[in-house]
């Protein structure tokens, strides 16, 4: 399992998801999908927009959870 820790982040930079939505370009359904973890694919491009706008790498955003563990 991957978990997006994109909240974490966004608590840790102080910003909102409004704020990071405009930044990156995408609307706030599709940047609500990537922090509730529901989302199946993320973009590369949009990654690095992410990451560009949260002064991140993506290792920060995305942490692998082997099977059977939370």
Not at 61 to 69: H, R, T, V
């Amino acid at each position: 399992m991957i978990r997006i820790n994109l909240d974490v982040m966004m608590a840790k930079r102080k910003m909102s998801l409004t704020e990071l939505a405009e930044k990156v370009g995408i609307t706030m359904a599709n940047l609500s999908v990537l922090k509730t973890e529901k989302a199946r694919a993320i973009r590369f491009s949009t990654l690095e927009a992410i990451c560009k706008a949260l002064d991140c790498q993506p290792g920060d955003i995305l942490e692998y959870i082997p099977n059977g563990e939370k």
